[in-house]
């Protein structure tokens, strides 16, 4: 099954299109991990393995894909690259979808090495195969290439840089008449025409800003059958209103990734009352699906 | 001393601006490492360590820096990642500068993340800190803050991309009036304008394909205090004739890199009196710095 058509199946059975993305800071652990990171990279390495599985432990029954931040597991090196590999293993093992945010993009025969590493297994499978990666636009059509082809022969899902969510991100992205974002939006478009799923719903998605509902409706219509992932909900200032123009109606066609808002929700004043940090980070991720239901036609 | 007076000064002693790429493909190793590879991810990586080690000491007398392609390594997973480091630190202690050709680019926070990995020892010395990085500048200049953050902060160097070398580079870097590499560019230019060095060169350079000589002279008058890293030499079709305009006349101002044509000069037919890989890949450094000596002005 066509990895848009897996993430379609996966958000009806949970009820929601919500994403947790795992950008584990050592330092912001909750117990007993956090005093475990100081021993060193690999002790912080086993940590972090640790708290993933118990973390995939609480999400699972409640979304349907999980985005690890690879920046956060290379900050520690090998060992962190090992974490990394454990936790997509582990997600997978749970039902979850893996979507690595690594946001590649090289010349043809390095974007080869990348697509392998992230979405067939790596040399010799070095390292578990994820359902969809991010991939950066910059190196164009060529570069692209092997993405595009990994993408086919393993059934997986791309999701283009378009417009991220920082607020500088129109300095480049919005260069040029059109722009540039709406140009990579029209090429991501012509790549997904012709790998869509039974759902309807392409391989070939995009990147674009929850911290932009203004813009959504925009490349919604650039790209009608693109799944958008929208980053940014929660810490970074996204919140549920003007998200709708990504969804059908139905809760389909957008993931709505929270990170920090999910993973430091332990730390969080109004919820401890509640004893443990599983308990306040499953709130979190309750809270966010109730935030998400009305805009995007699902109940949790 | 800054990244660029360092590799002033190193190019000064080696009499080239010749750069080797460490793009390492298992299958196409010389003997005894390629055989060894076969064994899996763990195996594959410790023939990686060995090949380096042995290929650094090869090339160590006759360039100044060399340039380890992450993707390459991360096909191997967490050991690849280890081969990774190894190969830099050994590198260093060779006395070689490393150019760590990741491509990275993300927002703020997680920019952070990879700057600290790649130039400042990421988590509790978890990775060697790299003399200099490229980076990817599609999210845009609060993207690129980090990077130059930890440039400033470890005396190291950043390369952004700007006009790569692959045959579709000019789909969406050609985009727009001015062409968003001139933007690109302009904003490289700037961010490099208070970071120059004893030598005249700046901390922040730029990655300017060796395969587009037509192009040079136009983005050097664009970034003239920019180190230009121009890639593509040898296998892509990159030449000597032509770079010149990215030169000073003594032979400073840039570095080329080839990656394949000497990983995979003990394949050549014409090098077969050669006895060993060792004799063959110096004998294909050696060639690649007498092509350059013409055009940069520096004799090997």
């Known amino acids: 099954m066509l990895f848009p058509d897996r993430l379609h199946q996966a958000i009806e059975a949970k009820g929601s299109p919500a994403m947790v993305g795992l950008d ?62 454990d936790a997509c293993s582990y997600a ?26 992230f979405l067939g297994g790596g040399f010799q499978g070095a390292f578990p195969p994820c359902d969809a990666l991010t991939v950066n636009p910059y190196l164009g059509s060529d570069a692209a290439e092997p993405f595009l082809a ?14 991220t969510s920082n607020p500088g991100a129109g300095l480049f992205q919005d260069h040029g008449t059109p722009p540039l974002a709406d140009v990579v939006a029209g090429q991501v478009a012509e790549w997904g025409s012709t790998r869509c799923g039974e759902s309807g719903w392409s391989s070939i998605g995009a990147v674009v800003g929850a911290t932009r509902p203004q813009e959504l409706a925009h490349f919604r219509s650039l790209m009608p059958k693109a799944l958008l992932l929208l980053p940014g909900f929660g810490f970074q200032g996204g919140t549920a209103d003007g998200l709708s123009s990504a969804f059908d109606g139905q809760g389909q066609g957008a993931v709505v990734n929270a990170s920090r808002s999910i993973l430091f929700a332990f730390q969080r004043e109004d919820l401890q009352n509640l004893k443990t940090w599983e308990e306040r980070t499953e709130m979190a991720v309750v809270e966010m699906k109730e935030q998400l239901s009305c805009v995007s036609g699902t109940r949790p």
């Open 24 to 85: 584990p800071r050592p330092e912001s652990l909750p117990e007993p991990f956090a005093s475990r990171v100081q021993a060193g990279p690999a002790a912080a390495a086993e940590a972090l393995k640790n708290y993933h599985r118990a973390l995939i432990d609480v999400i699972a029954p409640h979304v349907a894909i999980i985005k690890p931040q690879s920046a956060f597991f290379e900050i520690l090196g090998a060992a962190g690259f090992d974490a990394m590999a």
């Open 92 to 117: 997978k093992e749970r039902g979850l979808l893996v979507l690595m945010d690594a946001k590649r993009g090289d010349i043809g025969s390095t974007s080869k090495a990348y697509a392998s590493t």
């Open 150 to 163: 990994a993408a086919d022969a393993h059934k997986a899902g791309l999701f283009f840089l378009v417009k």
